[in-house]
């Protein structure tokens, strides 16, 4: 789903949570999610605060605004929920990485474990099902 110029905008000048509630929503939504990955389909790992973080986006637009400064050389990757489901989760978990939701411009999102992750994203999905 394309997103306008007017919902880019609003939704950057949201602070953190807001911002992560609003990811919930759209990724129950649309069943997608957004992240960045080197030429070998490596995903994009940051170091913020000693935690290992996967940064993720409910939009291709807005990962897109972060491929800049030393993320320049990364590409946008599409994950369906269920690749997420399936294959993600185990990887998060088996590497102790956090979620790092919805950077902007280089700040932090809302940092969440998978824990709180799944359980806030199941929960907004009982909505649509």
């Given amino acids: 789903m394309k997103i306008t110029n007017k919902e880019i ?13 609003y990811f919930i929503k759209r990724v129950a939504d649309s069943e997608k999610m957004y992240t960045l990955v080197d030429e070998n389909g490596t995903f994009a790992i940051a170091d913020i605060e000693n935690s ?17 400064d030393e993320w320049r050389s990364f ?32 700040k932090s999102g809302f940092i969440v474990d998978i824990n709180e992750f799944a359980k806030d994203l199941s929960i907004e999905m009982q909505k649509y099902h």
Avoid: C, H, P
């Avoid at 905008?9 to 509630?21: G, I, K, M, P, T």
């Fill in 9 to 21: 905008e609003a939704v950057s000048q949201l602070e953190a949570f807001q911002r992560y509630e």
């Fill in 52 to 68: 290992a973080v996967l940064s993720v986006w409910s939009a291709s637009e807005f990962a897109e605004e972060n491929v800049v």
């Fill in 75 to 106: 590409s946008v990757k599409e994950i369906t929920l269920e690749e997420f489901e399936e294959e993600i989760i185990d990887m998060i978990e088996k590497n102790n990485w956090v979620m790092n939701v919805f950077s902007i411009k280089g």
